[in-house]
């Protein structure tokens, strides 16, 4: 039988649920905070591809910046 949002009856162990039964706000919460304490503040710590770091602080040293999106 169809329920809320498309479920099925006996769907409920399928549903993304935090372990200790809190809130998922306070986890994005936490997870924010480590990202913030941990993220790169310079080229020089990022840590990825060598050829694209070299590539990425050669447009940051002449300041010639194409049109160019990062994901």
Known sequence: ???HLGR???DE???PQSQSGK???SSTTLDSIWIEKYR???LDDVVGNDQV???LRIIAREGNMPHLMLA
């Open 1 to 3: 039988m169809e329920t």
């Open 8 to 10: 099925r009856e006996g």
């Open 13 to 15: 162990n399928l549903a």
């Open 23 to 25: 809130d998922e706000t």
């Open 40 to 42: 790169p503040e310079t």
């Open 53 to 55: 770091m070299r590539r």
